[in-house]
T-cell receptor, first 109, second 117 residues
Framework: GIQVEQSPPDLILQEGANSTLRCNFS?????LQWFHQNPWGQLINLFY???GTKQNGRLSATTVATERYSLLYISSSQTTDSGVYFC???????????FGTGTRLTVIP | GAVVSQHPSWVICKSGTSVKIECRSL??????MFWYRQFPKQSLMLMAT?????????EQGVEKDKFLINHASLTLSTLTVTSAHPEDSSFYIC?????????????FGPGTRLTVL
């Protein structure tokens, strides 16, 4: 099956710092989503980004489908950004998503 | 928009009992819903795909007789863990895709934490 690897596995940031999270996948996909799982377990949709670049406030994401990776940028991090960030990939029409290994982010004041 | 609810949010039960978890799409319709399981500090693993009006599709290694799935309407899917044992303790999360959406975006419920004593 498809392998979805995320790096780094753990990241500790000072509030206000910027970071880049990476997601590598082993096969061609046409569905990619980024999620933030908060400390209570809720998965929050950040981006649906099978290709290209999107921005939403302090967050932005870029997917280079031909090279099989996606990046999530967090700028001016806040303590509320803490949690686990997952990328998940799949194929149009196949519906199910395969989740990456996750990056656990801790933002300290 | 695109809200998915789950009930209950947590449940503690005795070994050997059955537990039913509900997943509802509140403001959209979904012909397909998904059930995931997440163990502590691990990623989400897909258990099964729930199809409205037909049988669920289970992933390899997931016992269909133990994890009963019913998708009776376009807004409700249920997962019943039968004869639960301590190793079934986990965080169960459902998701749904808006059947009228032009993208494959999945929306996730808040999860149900199951503890089997």
């Amino acid at each position: 099956g498809i392998q979805v690897e995320q790096s780094p596995p753990d990241l500790i940031l000072q509030e206000g710092a910027n970071s880049t999270l990476r997601c590598n996948f082993s096969d061609s996909v046409n569905n990619l989503q980024w999620f933030h799982q908060n400390p209570w377990g809720q998965l929050i949709n950040l981006f649906y980004i099978p290709s290209g670049t999107k921005q939403n406030g302090r967050l932005s994401a870029t997917t280079v489908a031909t090279e099989r990776y996606s990046l999530l940028y967090i700028s001016s991090s806040q303590t509320t950004d803490s949690g686990v960030y997952f990328c998940a990939v799949g194929w149009t029409g196949a519906n199910n998503l395969f989740f990456g290994t996750g990056t656990r982010l801790t933002v300290i004041p | 928009g695109a809200v998915v609810s789950q009930h209950p949010s947590w449940v503690i039960c005795k070994s050997g009992t059955s537990v039913k978890i509900e997943c509802r799409s509140l403001d959209f319709q979904a012909t397909t819903m998904f059930w995931y399981r997440q163990f502590p500090k691990q990623s989400l693993m897909l258990m099964a795909t729930s199809n409205e009006g037909s049988k669920a599709t289970y992933e390899q290694g997931v016992e269909k007789d133990k994890f009963l799935i019913n998708h009776a309407s376009l807004t409700l899917s249920t997962l019943t863990v039968t004869s639960a044992h301590p190793e079934d303790s986990s965080f169960y999360i459902c998701s749904a895709r808006d059947m009228y959406s032009s993208t494959d975006t999945q929306y996730f419920g808040p999860g149900t934490r199951l503890t089997v004593l």
